[in-house]
C-alpha cells in the first residue's frame, strides 16, 4: 500500500510558476512509477505527467510540453511538479498518483489532491 499527500497548490498569477511536491510512503515504492493529473470544475479528470520509478522517461501532456517538469528524488520518495508559464487554464486540482504508467486514469494509488489556481 502507497500513500501520498500533496502540497504546494496556491494561487499564482498568469505566467508565473508553482512546483508542487508528493511525499509518499508505503511499502514497495522503489518500483512505482508516479504521475500527476488534475481536474478542473466541470471537465474530466486529465492526466498531466508522468516518470518511471529509475525517475526516467517522463511523459507529458501537449498541454503542458515545454511548461511543466516532473521529476523524482528517490532518496526523499518524494515526486515533484514544477510549473513554469501558468495559464488560467492549469487552474484545477492536482492529484499526484502511483503504480501506473500512462496518462489515462488507470492508477492505483491516489493522493486527495491540492488545488493550484492561476488568475491576476
Known amino acids: 500500500q502507497v500513500q501520498l499527500v500533496e502540497s504546494g497548490g496556491g494561487l499564482v498569477q498568469p505566467g508565473g510558476s508553482l512546483r508542487l511536491s508528493c511525499a509518499a510512503s508505503?511499502?514497495?515504492?522503489?518500483?512505482?512509477?508516479f504521475g500527476w493529473f488534475r481536474q478542473a470544475p466541470g471537465k474530466e479528470r486529465e492526466g498531466v505527467a508522468c516518470i518511471h520509478w529509475r525517475g526516467t522517461s517522463p511523459l507529458y501532456a501537449d498541454s503542458v510540453k515545454g511548461r511543466f517538469t516532473i521529476s523524482l528524488d528517490s532518496a526523499d520518495n518524494t515526486v515533484y511538479l514544477e510549473m513554469d508559464k501558468l495559464k488560467p487554464e492549469d487552474t484545477a486540482v492536482y492529484y499526484c498518483?502511483?503504480?501506473?504508467?500512462?496518462?489515462?486514469?488507470?492508477?492505483?494509488?491516489w493522493g486527495q489532491g491540492t488545488q493550484v489556481t492561476v488568475s491576476s
Open positions: 508505503g511499502s514497495g515504492l522503489e518500483y512505482n512509477n
Open positions: 498518483t502511483a503504480g501506473g504508467w500512462g496518462l489515462s486514469s488507470r492508477w492505483n494509488f
